[in-house]
């Protein structure tokens, strides 16, 4: 398991920091957003990785629950 969520890459073009990158990312986790630069001769990248979740809640209605169906629908008890 990774824990580092943030990666940092460094190649001297870009078709070798994609390769980096898209390399790196099916063996972790997702790269949820990241800055390209160039430092000197290289293409450097800082990204931000982890697993994307998102929690949909009501604070007006603590007894709604909300799932995903197997279809990746949102269904909302009443």
């Known amino acids: 398991m990774h824990t580092n969520n943030l990666p940092y890459f460094q190649a001297p073009s870009m078709r070798e920091l994609h390769a980096m ?10 790269l949820l957003s990241f800055s390209i630069q160039l430092d000197g001769d290289n293409f450097c990248c800082i990204a931000l990785a ?20 197997a279809s990746g629908h949102l269904a909302v008890s009443q």
Do not use: H, L, Y
């Open 21 to 30: 990158m898209s390399k790196w990312q099916r063996e972790n986790s997702n």
């Open 50 to 69: 982890g697993k994307s979740r998102v929690v949909i809640c009501d604070p007006k209605d603590d007894d709604r629950e909300v799932n995903v169906t």
